[in-house]
């Protein structure tokens, strides 16, 4: 984060010289436009949405920054705050690189399609209000093979088979198949092959949920 103290001068940049090594002969042309401004709450004053900025920070260094006001929400952010409210558990989301952005719900009693319609003509409008960047929007049930992120989720599913990879080795492996034995204070206790081993929340890189087909 900037501080006002650090930084010596701003200016405004045409849009397409963001990842662009700065062109200081642009000034001279009128295409750079300097800012005058006390403290970071320029930003809403001027109404700046998503405008990239030249810095030149007193310790000599320049660099590039995209800048969005105070009060705009993310994707993420959307999300959180909006699918409790409508009675909806977000269980994950992803926006790749076409612009899709997918969004996996979950409920008690499982999704149906009328679910994912009224969800997505929600979102469609928070979208358009906080003017997020996305082409098209998929909503739909996570399945069954579907992820396990928060501590929530490990204790709901308690006795459930996973399929799980950690960051860092737990007893020399780092992929597990295994059951889950219980949850407690942010560490998993997952069974398998006879024996149990503890995995930290903080250690678990993905998890999903290992479905089993009884005949």
């Known amino acids: ?12 940049c045409p849009a397409n010289s963001f990842g662009k090594k700065p062109d200081h002969r642009a000034k001279n042309q009128g295409r750079l436009k300097p800012l005058k401004f006390n403290r970071f709450s320029f930003l809403s004053k001027h109404d700046i949405i998503r405008k990239i900025f030249q810095v030149k920070l007193r310790n000599g260094h ?29 269980v994950d989301s992803e926006l790749d690189a076409h612009g899709t952005l997918r969004v996996f719900i979950d409920k008690e009693g499982g999704i149906t399609v009328e679910d994912c319609a009224t969800v997505s003509n929600h979102l469609s409008r928070l979208f358009a209000v906080e003017d997020i960047d996305y082409r098209n929007l998929e909503v739909s049930s996570p399945g069954l093979d579907r992820p396990l992120k928060k501590a929530a989720d490990f204790v709901r599913f308690s006795g459930s088979l996973i399929k799980l990879k ?45 479905p089993e087909f009884k005949f």
Do not use: C
Not at 5 to 10: D, Q, T
Not at 66 to 84: A, N, R
Not at 173 to 188: A, H, P, S, T, Y
């Open 62 to 90: 320049r660099a590039i920054f995209l800048f969005s006001p105070e009060g705009k929400m993310d994707i993420q952010q959307i999300l959180d705050k909006t699918l409790p409210g409508l009675g909806y558990e977000l």
């Open 166 to 210: 950690t960051r860092l080795p737990v007893d020399g492996q780092k992929n597990f198949i295994g059951r889950i034995e219980g949850f407690d204070n942010d560490v998993l206790a997952l069974s398998f092959d006879g024996k149990t081993v503890a995995i930290e929340l903080s250690n678990i890189d993905r998890a999903r949920i290992k």
């Open 1 to 12: 984060m900037l501080s006002d103290g650090l930084v010596k001068r701003l200016i405004l």
